[in-house]
């Protein structure tokens, strides 16, 4: 056990997206505690809550309150927190065109259109459910509504779904949509006639019967069923898309498979939370102001550490095409993430980022800079379920840092008092011959190592300011970098990495910087 005291800042996004993160965080915050108890002799806790501006969401921007070490106030806090549902949950089921003028080729442009939808949804059994339904003269209910409970799962269930290739029966693929619906979720609480349902059809070509189509469509429309149709190529019969979509606006035409693309997406997400007050898929939330309060907070330990869990951006940052900021200037309330980090470091607080993938995988670059900033690292997550052990990893390994932080302050405060320029390259060649023997705590994923701070993230912490960033941050670097799949954590006692070094030099400067 460390002779010292901790303040731990759990920083959280407690929009609609995160109900189970915020779930497992609540249920395990006595392990969490008591695990953290055995490690170093006194331990606070505090919980910044945070959602988004209007008009986006009404009601509370951020939440907090000081540092407790009553168990019970911060399990109350996260009690309150959980409560806290953004919209309408929605069941979504796709139907897609598996006939043989589609081909292999088309129909894999069409998984990846739902691939590319459902990593834009609040995916969970509490709020958005997907199912898919592949049809030619047979049909198929290729994933149920209940089969999949996030997206690194329903992934890899429509990587799994093969072509047929036949005739094109439309209407009974339609009759098979209410069936999907009539699966009732594991959270009973939920009162299902309060779930918005929706449908979306892909096809190329005309249906075996246009009759029998109309028919359907109707049917599934009578029962409260919201129908979209995609018509692709010029072999579509307009006249039953417009039979099959619940209005006019509900009917996309695109020129072919591979044209199946975010716009698309972006309508249909946006339509399905209309009227629900819910954070917008993929849309920016108050980060900014998240860390301005947990900046504010009563930072008195020896040792301070912020978790933030995120998974969508900050307001201000370039976005990929078709995602919309209400904010793209910046934080409404003028508050800069890469100033706030950079005073969060001055203060002494590490800020590790657990990112909920996939996600906030467009941003890594962005999280990364702020954990980086701090001393703290980025911790990629794919499942809620793994959200306490990544909590109590990083403060193991945090605290094992503290006491080789002690020697990083003293030679960063003699170089500069030295008066000479601070040379880096020296000082970590320095330091890393008298440390790198030294035994730390690491937090690691199970047969492997968590991906470093990339080279664009310790570029932009030279920056000082998210204008700054914003420049050389461009949207064509803003690609998916792709999931860490099958999350496992572990921590373990190794030698010093020098990554761990890096990040206690950059915290170390900021901490003794001469103003």
Same mark, same amino acid.
């Given at each position: ?73 911060? #399990? ?41 939808? *459902? ?18 003269? #047979? ?58 349902? *929706? ?44 039979? *099959? ?20 997406? #972006? ?134 840092? #503290? ?113």
């Amino acid at each position: 056990m460390i002779n010292s005291s901790l303040d731990l800042a759990f920083t959280l996004d407690c929009t609609a997206s995160m109900h189970q993160h915020i779930n497992q965080a609540k249920n395990n915050m006595g392990n969490i505690v008591s695990t953290l108890h055995q490690q170093v002799r006194q331990v606070r806790f505090s919980l910044v809550e945070f959602r988004d501006h209007p008009p986006q969401l009404q009601g509370f921007i951020t939440r907090c309150s000081g540092f407790t070490n009553n168990i019970y106030q911060i #399990q109350s806090q996260l009690n309150k927190c959980a409560e806290v549902r953004d919209g309408v949950p929605i069941d979504l089921c796709f139907v897609l065109d598996s006939s043989g003028s589609v081909g292999p080729e088309d129909f894999q442009e069409e998984l990846n259109f739902v691939k590319g939808t *459902i990593a834009r949804l609040h995916i969970s059994p509490s709020h958005t459910r997907v199912g898919i339904i592949a049809y030619c003269s #047979q049909v198929r209910k290729e994933m149920t509504l209940n089969k999949c409970r996030d997206v690194n799962s329903m992934i890899y269930c429509i990587n799994n779904i093969r072509f047929s290739g036949d005739l094109t029966d439309t209407s009974e693929a339609l009759n098979s949509i209410p069936e999907i619906f009539e699966e009732r979720r594991s959270d009973q609480t939920i009162d299902n006639n309060l779930v918005k349902k *929706i449908g979306i059809l892909i096809t190329d070509g005309h249906s075996n019967s246009y009759n029998a189509t109309v028919a359907s469509a109707k049917y599934v429309k009578s029962k409260g069923i919201i129908m979209y149709a995609i018509g692709v190529g010029n072999q579509v019969n307009g006249n039953e898309l417009e039979a *099959i979509a619940s209005c006019s606006k509900n009917v996309f035409r695109v020129s072919g498979f591979n044209k199946l693309g975010r716009e698309i997406q #972006q309508a249909i997400i946006k339509d399905s939370q209309a009227g629900g007050n819910e954070a917008g898929a993929d849309e920016p939330e108050a980060v900014e102001d998240a860390l301005y309060e947990t900046l504010k907070l009563p930072w008195t330990s020896a040792i301070k550490m912020c978790v933030l869990v995120v998974d969508q951006p900050p307001h201000g940052l370039p976005l990929p095409p078709g995602v919309k900021d209400n904010y793209p200037e910046g934080c409404p309330n003028n508050h800069d993430p890469i100033k706030l980090a950079i005073q969060l470091a001055e203060k002494g607080v590490s800020v590790y980022v657990v990112g909920c993938e996939p996600h906030v995988n467009p941003y890594k670059d962005f999280y990364m800079t702020i954990a980086y900033i701090t001393g703290g690292t980025y911790i990629p997550l794919s499942s809620a379920d793994n959200l306490p052990e990544a909590i109590v990893g990083a403060a193991k390994e945090e605290l094992s840092l #503290q006491t080789l932080m002690e020697t990083v302050l003293k030679d960063v405060k003699a170089a500069f008092a030295s008066g000479h320029e601070l040379n880096e390259v020296e000082l970590s060649k320095s330091l890393w011959q008298k440390l790198k023997d030294t035994k730390t705590t690491q937090l690691v994923l199970k047969d492997k190592t968590i991906q470093p701070i990339s080279g664009k993230a310790k570029r932009f912490a030279r920056l000082p300011s998210l204008n700054a960033v914003k420049k050389y941050y461009h949207k064509g670097q803003m690609a998916d970098v792709g999931t860490t799949t099958n999350i496992e954590f572990e921590t373990r006692e190794s030698v010093l990495e020098k990554t761990q070094l890096q990040r206690m030099i950059q915290k170390a400067i900021l901490m003794q910087k001469p103003n």
